[in-house]
């Protein structure tokens, strides 16, 4: 069964969130707080006990994806990165051969 929007988009703050954390150094509450001003928000969503408005998600994913809420030197990850068991994408390939996302064989 394929996965709504909103799962997917819940799962990908969730990802992006415990990233943040491990990078910080801190508690999945921190970033809750710091990205959506209430601690058991993110940690809610988690268990499946909490949801989260459209507006909401998109001001902590900014949050999230804003390099200053990372610390020096941290490479803020893809979603694709940090999603498990993502397949990878097929390389596209031009009628001679070559292949649209490098340009070379």
Do not use: F, Y
């Amino acid at each position: 069964m394929k996965k709504s929007h909103e799962v997917i988009a819940i799962e990908d703050l969730l990802l992006l969130a415990r990233a943040c954390a491990k990078a910080r150094g801190c508690q999945i509450t921190t970033i809750s707080r710091l990205s959506h001003g209430d601690p058991p928000a993110i940690t809610n969503l988690i268990d499946g006990t909490g949801s989260i408005t459209l507006r909401k998600h998109t001001h902590t994913m900014e949050w999230l994806q804003d390099p200053i809420n990372w610390p020096d030197g941290w490479k803020i990850p893809a979603l694709e990165e940090l999603r498990p068991n993502q397949p990878a994408k097929p390389k596209r390939k031009k009628s001679d051969g070559r292949s649209l996302d490098t340009g070379q064989g």
